[in-house]
């Protein structure tokens, strides 16, 4: 069997550091000793022998033995009983602490009776109403004068005291508030300013003690209507502060450059950021003007991916458009401080107007489409269906596409009938030609149900259509050339339309949308030459009559036909039996006369010049100096031979 196990159910006695006061030490010696009669020097001392003679292991083999001769079972009883004590005794204690409590709860409700009650037993607030009990001192003992006085001086010192740190909290608070009043005036003249500017201040839906300015665009995307709204926020001092959230540190703009053979030619003009230090309403611009502009380099990108056709190329962040095989217009988005520092960056300034006035166009054109949105949700929609709306790409690349590209095709031709009119002028040949550029403009009428604004703009958005026209040599020959280019819907792209009268010709017609330059150019010197033939073929009777008029003998006469016009082959054969031939050339650079003599011909479709023809040749250019004969004179001459 196991050695017995002893368990100490005493609760441990905690020694104070304080020695015990003398009427417990007396107590103590009643209790153990009786009473003091009792005692005397010489039991003390045969006492404290005894306890030197004695086994100090005594008392623990006792125990032990006394333990071993309990069983099991009165261990456990006597176990139960141990613990029925322990509980009892904490029950009671805990009864005097609430006895206690109690007590002094109900001492203390004559004076804060609300504390007081908090601490109270249910059975006591219902046995005894609140400040049934008091206490005070009966027949206090008398008090030395210098006590009282100390006491006062005590109590005026400490009445002084914190009279003293009640004022100076008090004028501290004052002094908060005051600070707080003036940072809140400041904060709210701040944002009546801002108000009073025109900018929309509402609360921040997330934040109900917050207010926010309206800036961006309502009829914006979605992704960028919802960054258009910022808080405004309030520093210590009263300043107000733009919370711009999701918005750049660095103000952003749109950068348009004008590329032409390689160089950049034209830059716009440098976007000027606002400083930090300048007024709430200006860090709002900022914050606008950055918004619209990264929403507009979006909607050129989004723009530009579907004008791949029309040779439209996006990169990571620039769009290029082509206008012509030498120039193209460069898009980017850059921050201000970069386009500030790059605003030399380009080689020349032939094209800054034309960047400047492209940068204008396009910001026009994302307004125009704000206002469509604008004017399509305000009327009444259309019926529900399943399918979701669409929401197509803004006009913004087309309209300036087509313009550039019809402004390109439309100086070529000009340039083009400028350098054929030289020549012919320089020939003696009379013909005038008259270009109305963007004459569609100038015949739509203004539609007065929609702004100005919104008129002016649909002007660039309909087809582009420029004419040029000109009456030829012969009488009642002319020749008509729209130019007509499509922004919007298919075809793009720049087309060319000729109606030419030939009285000679009649049979010649012109092809239809014709979408080459070179094209277009062969077939306006074809024509023209066609009727330099038929002018000649018209005065030759005129100019053989003359030469019988001159009375010249050995002069011979000679009429000119027409025989091969499309190649400008003209034919002739003289009284005396002479066969000529005229080969009439004309291009943008000269206009060219052979004529081919030889001696008599048995027929018209034998070749001339197998029978060793003699070469005689004109060439007119433009601004040729010096005297030369025109080409009727040069044909007189040529006749008279």
């Known amino acids: 069997m196991s050695d017995p196990f002893s368990l100490p159910l005493r609760p441990v006695i905690e020694k104070h550091d304080r020695p015990d006061s003398l009427p417990r030490e007396i107590a103590q010696i009643n209790a153990q000793w009786g009473s003091f009669r009792d005692v005397s020097e010489a039991s003390l001392r045969a006492h404290i022998e005894e306890d030197e003679d004695k086994d100090p292991w005594a008392g623990d083999r006792d125990s032990e033995n006394a333990a071993a001769e309990v069983d ?4 456990r009883d006597q176990l139960y009983k141990r613990r029925a004590e322990i509980t009892q005794f904490a029950l009671q204690a ?14 203390l409700s004559k004076y804060t009776p609300r504390q007081a009650e908090t601490s109270m037993s249910a059975f006591l607030k219902s046995a005894a109403p609140l400040g049934t009990l008091n206490s005070e001192l009966v027949n206090p003992p008398p008090r030395p004068e210098a006590l009282i006085t100390d006491v006062k001086s005590v109590s005026r010192g400490w009445r002084l005291q914190n009279f003293d740190a009640a ?24 944002v009546l300013a801002v108000k009073e500017k025109g900018w929309k201040v509402c609360r921040l839906p997330r934040e109900g003690q917050a207010l926010g300015v309206q800036y ?11 960054r258009g709204l910022a808080a405004l926020r309030r520093t210590d001092d009263g300043n107000l502060v733009l919370d711009k959230g999701l918005m750049p540190q660095k103000a952003q703009a749109v950068r348009v450059r004008v590329k032409s053979r390689g160089r950049v030619t034209g830059c716009s003009k440098a976007y000027r950021p606002t400083k930090q230090a300048e007024s709430i309403e200006r860090r709002i611009l900022q914050a606008r003007d950055t918004l619209f502009e990264e929403e507009l380099f979006h909607e050129l990108v989004r723009e530009a991916r579907i004008l791949g056709s029309q040779g439209v190329t996006t990169r990571q962040n620039l769009v290029q458009l082509p206008v012509s095989e030498e120039q193209e217009i460069l898009l980017d988005l850059v921050d201000g401080e970069d386009m500030t520092s790059n605003e030399d960056a380009s080689d020349s300034s032939e094209h800054d107007v034309l960047a400047d ?3 204008h166009s396009i910001r026009i054109l994302l307004s125009y489409s704000h206002r469509q949105n604008h004017r399509r949700r305000t009327q009444p929609p259309p019926p529900i269906s399943k399918n979701r709306r669409p929401a197509p790409e803004y006009h913004i690349l087309r309209p300036i596409i087509a313009y550039l590209q019809h402004d390109s095709h439309v100086r070529w031709l000009e340039s083009f009938m400028k350098d054929i009119h030289g020549v012919l002028n320089s020939a003696g040949l009379k013909c005038e030609f008259h270009a109305t550029p963007f004459a569609s403009i100038g015949t739509l009428q203004p539609n007065k149900s929609v702004p100005t604004v919104e008129a002016l703009v649909r002007v660039f958005l309909t087809p582009f259509e420029s004419t040029f ?6 009488p009642q020959s002319f020749f008509k050339v729209q130019v007509r280019t499509n922004p919007a819907v298919p075809p793009f792209g720049t087309h060319y339309d000729i109606s030419i009268n030939l009285p000679q010709n009649p049979d010649v017609q012109p092809p239809t949308r014709i979408g080459l330059q070179d094209e277009v150019a062969a077939v306006i010197t074809h024509f023209i030459m066609l009727d330099i033939t038929s002018a000649i073929a018209l005065q030759s009777p005129q100019i053989g009559q003359d030469i019988l008029n001159s009375h010249q003998e050995s002069a011979s006469k000679v009429s000119w036909e027409v025989a091969y016009p499309h190649h400008g082959e003209l034919l002739a054969v003289t009284s005396t039996g002479q066969s000529k031939k005229m080969k009439v050339s004309l291009s943008r650079q000269e206009l060219a006369l052979q004529i081919y003599s030889s001696g008599r011909a048995d027929g018209i479709n034998q070749p001339i010049a197998a029978k060793s023809p003699t ?9 040729l100096g010096g005297s030369h004969p025109s080409v009727m004179d040069f044909v007189a001459r040529v006749s008279q031979i």
């Open 72 to 75: 099991t079972s009165e261990r």
């Open 94 to 107: 805990h009864m005097e602490a609430l006895f206690a409590l109690d007590f002094v709860s109900l001492l």
């Open 167 to 190: 004022a100076n909290k008090l004028l501290k608070c004052a002094a908060r508030l005051e600070t707080e009043v003036q940072a809140e005036t400041r904060y709210w003249n701040g």
């Open 216 to 226: 961006g665009f309502l009829e914006a995307t979605p992704i960028f209507r919802d």
């Open 357 to 359: 006035v492209l940068a």
């Open 469 to 474: 026209s000109g009456n030829l040599v012969t």
């Open 615 to 623: 070469l005689q040749s004109q060439t007119w250019k433009p601004n």
